[in-house]
């Protein structure tokens, strides 16, 4: 029998072994089979302990690798997960950061807001603690709060208002030179009480009491009567419906319709001068140059501007206001019409307004009465322009008319406020008679005090009448000075 050794089992691993050769009782296999049998037991189960840790280190590089990628596959995937994190944070950071600037810029603007506020507040304070303090100087019931009230309910709403308008006119009426300490009829002075109260969003009732208060009103001081008793009357009187979508109805004594349309100025100068020149000093008598007496012709009765029917008692009716035109219509006692058609404009660098009117005065020998105005405003450098017409129908003698111009600057010499300077040519014809032939020149400035309401104003004005019948007149020249106080 050959010795066993390690080539047998190699050799048996690649022969085939009969299976049942282990089991065979050890009669069929022979002594020392049964030794060799055991040996191989033996050497076979060693060869296999020596066969798997050979397996194992040779396995051991390869499964080593595929922990330590499985490791890095798990910790890239962490690292790109942080990475994400850490972007999106700081994307809302920055976020917060642009909403903090943001905060912080508010914040400052609102505190500059604020300051500027404090500023305006404390400014207004101090102008009216300066004003009280002038009050309280020149007026002796100072003490107590002036309160209005109003028995119309609580959605009335009572306004008061007004001014006095005094001044001095120095006249030379061809003989003689006097002052006149008049009120100024182109302005005169009155106080203006008006409720409103609103009815709905459109809709708003309203009432108007105006009255006159004006010793020595110019239109009635002559050089016979320097001193007439005051003049106390009723201006305006009404009541007022007033729609945004439908007009305005006016009930009571107040502007007929066509009243103003000749009197359209943008000149800011119509406290002394406009186109009813004879407003200034209307109640001066002219001279006879014969023998240097009065005559019974003042010079409000010379010069006419036939403007619309002035005040009256009426019905009217007031359009809404399409595109800057506005239509007007009154029925007025005694029979009497009026109309109008009003319009309005800016643009270009420029203000326009303008209006023509038409009325029947229901008076014997005459007939319509026709009147129109424009004024022009250029509004960077000041300079206006006034045109005004007007003219009467007269049924046995020729039509009167009157014809007026304006040249006007408007500017800002100071601070407090504008200072407006006018000149202005008249033309008459027909009035007070048949070929009577009048003209007036004026000359104006009025200065502005924004703040108080106020303005002053100085004029120079010429009226010169060449009449067809005798006498023949001498020129009236006057020079007015005053102030216009608002309240």
């Not at 029998?1 to 050769?21: E, R, T, V």
């Not at 990475?83 to 909403?99: F, N, P, Y």
């Not at 405003?377 to 111009?405: C, I, M, P, V, W």
Request: hydrophobic fraction near 35%.
């Amino acid at each position: 029998m050959k010795d066993f050794s390690l080539i047998h089992p190699l050799f048996l691993a690649n022969a085939p072994i009969d299976p049942g050769f282990p089991e065979r009782p050890a009669f069929d296999q022979g002594a020392g089979k049964v030794d060799d049998l055991q040996r191989f037991r033996v050497i076979c189960r060693r060869s296999a302990f020596f066969v798997f840790v050979l397996l194992l280190f040779a396995f051991q590089p390869f499964l080593v690798s595929q922990v330590s990628a499985q490791e890095k596959t798990v910790d890239g995937e962490k690292i790109e997960r942080l990475e994400r994190l850490i972007r999106a944070q700081q994307q809302q950071l920055e976020s917060l950061q642009q909403q903090l600037n943001e905060l912080k810029q508010t914040a400052t603007d609102a505190k500059a807001e604020a300051e500027a506020a404090k500023s305006v507040a404390e400014a207004s304070e101090k102008r009216v603690d300066v004003i009280s303090t002038a009050k309280a100087k020149n007026e002796v019931q100072a003490s107590t709060e002036k309160v209005v009230t109003s028995a119309g309910g609580e959605r009335t709403k009572l306004s008061i208002s007004g001014w006095v308008n005094r001044a001095v006119n120095i006249v030379d009426d061809g003989k003689d030179t006097d002052a006149y300490f008049v009120d100024n009829d182109n302005a005169e002075s009155r106080v203006n009480f008006t409720g409103t109260a609103k009815v709905t969003d459109d809709l708003t009732l309203g009432s108007m009491i105006e009255l006159t208060i004006a010793p020595n009103k110019a239109s009635n001081v002559n050089q016979e009567d320097q001193d007439v008793d005051n003049v106390f009357e009723q201006r305006i009187t009404e009541a007022t419906l007033d729609s945004k979508r439908f007009g305005k109805l006016s009930l009571g004594k107040g502007f007929s319709a066509a009243y103003g349309s000749a009197s359209r100025d943008l000149s800011r100068t119509s406290v002394i001068s406009y186109v009813t020149v004879a407003d200034t000093a209307g109640g001066m008598l002219f001279r006879q140059k014969d023998d240097d007496t009065l005559t019974n012709l003042p010079i409000n009765v010379a010069f006419q501007s036939f403007d619309g029917l002035s005040r009256v008692n009426r019905v009217r009716y007031d359009t809404p206001t399409y595109h800057g035109f506005r239509l007007s219509a009154a029925a007025v006692s005694d029979q009497r019409y009026d109309t109008a058609l009003w319009w309005g404009g800016q643009g270009y660098g420029f203000k326009a307004i303008g209006a023509v009117g038409l009325a029947d005065p229901n008076r014997d020998d005459t007939g319509l009465q026709y009147d129109g105005s424009f004024s022009l405003l250029h509004e960077d450098t000041g300079l206006n322009l006034t045109l005004s017409a007007g003219f009467q129908e007269r049924d046995n003698q020729d039509d009167a008319q009157n014809l007026y111009g304006k040249l006007g600057w408007l500017t800002r010499f100071f601070s407090f406020g504008e200072t407006a300077f006018e000149v202005d040519y008249t033309r008459t014809q027909n009035q007070p008679t048949e070929n009577d032939d009048g003209y007036s020149v004026g000359a104006a400035a009025v200065q502005f005090f924004e703040e108080y309401g106020t303005e002053i104003y100085g004029l120079y004005r010429l009226y010169s009448l060449d009449r067809d019948v005798e006498p023949d007149v001498h020129d009236i020249s006057v020079v007015s000075i005053g102030a216009r106080v608002k309240f």
